[in-house]
């Protein structure tokens, strides 16, 4: 592959935040899985576990359990970007990973001090693969930060997240509602170089 | 670009520890920056800073500044894998970033809740357009976890790094002394899949 193709690749994925009810494929699920675990991990420990999420019960039931905690946020005092949660949560209409059919949890040991690193390789990876064979995705930061609430833990231990691991990012995974977008411009990231 | 041409190039991206003198040419250094710069960000802040390093005097002072807190480190306490460094540390002939011809700072906000992450995806983007255009590369931390030690926090600030910024990755990068290595296997990366 070349650097051209990869970088209209890198450009092409955008966040996806409307999703058809349509499952994704078994066969592309593995395919954006396994970009994941073929991502890097510091001294090569490879310690993400990935736990994909498709079943509705199970999604229906994290949806909720955050909800709880988003609406319970004091939007006077919260982040200003949450506003629009606080208030969909109060009415019961917030859902953090947008409704995607597939939500895949990104695992870490808490004691490895590459967990957050290594999650987000694997996550860009992911992201990267799932535009690569159609996919709508998004990178999903509420269970990273709210993964030890208690009701949210709970959940976590019942689908598998081990008693000395964390979840460090999740990814939204599904067919877009919309058609692609052109990438967003990049006024930040500044760049100095010392020749 | 498909799927599976994705996947090689994930597969072929491996870390380079031998590098040839010879530059990284200035377009290919431009291409694997900004395909970190168009990596996403948390709530699109868009705060990473790179900095690339090329010119010689800076990479052998920051080479040095190195080496010598390694040199320091107590062989007998540190984490095992760093036994090599400590003894090549201790003899004048530790190179952290592998003697690569360029070194690309990845600094972030200490105020961003997604510094670290945000600076792993487009690490992640830049290794993967690296390998893509022919050039070795390689994850380096020892500036992640030694950023803030005074004689590397001082040159740290000399090369540009903010007041409010701190390191939170780099990326060996040149012309790799080996030939390409086949992917290495994936026995870690567990995965779950609730249907």
């Given at each position: 592959m070349e650097g051209k193709d990869l970088y209209d690749l890198i450009?092409?994925?955008?966040?996806?935040?409307?999703?058809?009810?349509?499952?994704?494929?078994?066969?592309?699920?593995?395919?954006?899985?396994?970009?994941?675990?073929?991502?890097?991990?510091?001294?090569?420990?490879?310690?993400?576990?990935?736990?994909?999420?498709?079943?509705?019960?199970?999604?229906?039931?994290?949806?909720?359990?955050?909800?709880?905690i988003v609406a319970n946020l004091d939007a006077t005092t919260a982040n200003p970007m949450l506003a629009q949660s606080i208030k969909l949560a109060k009415v019961g209409k917030h859902n953090f990973y947008y409704g995607a059919p597939?939500?895949?949890?990104?695992?870490?040991?808490?004691?490895?001090?590459?967990?957050?690193?290594?999650?987000?390789?694997?996550?860009?990876?992911?992201?990267?693969?799932?535009?690569?064979?159609?996919?709508?995705?998004?990178?999903?930061?509420?269970?990273?930060?709210?993964?030890?609430?208690?009701?949210?833990r709970q959940f976590l231990e019942e689908i598998g997240v081990k008693q000395d691991e964390a979840v460090y990012g999740a990814l939204a995974l599904g067919y877009a509602v919309d058609a692609p977008k052109t990438a967003l411009v990049r006024s930040g990231n500044v760049v100095d170089i010392w020749e």
């Open positions: 450009c092409m994925r955008r966040s996806c935040r409307a999703y058809l009810a349509k499952q994704v494929a078994p066969d592309l699920l593995l395919q954006v899985i396994e970009a994941g675990r073929m991502a890097p991990s510091g001294m090569n420990v490879q310690q993400c576990h990935f736990i994909a999420i498709r079943k509705q019960e199970l999604l229906e039931k994290i949806r909720a359990l955050m909800e709880q597939t939500l895949i949890v990104v695992a870490n040991r808490r004691d490895n001090a590459n967990n957050v690193p290594d999650s987000a390789a694997a996550l860009q990876n992911m992201m990267l693969m799932a535009t690569a064979v159609g996919l709508g995705n998004c990178w999903i930061n509420n269970l990273r930060w709210n993964g030890d609430a208690p009701p949210i």
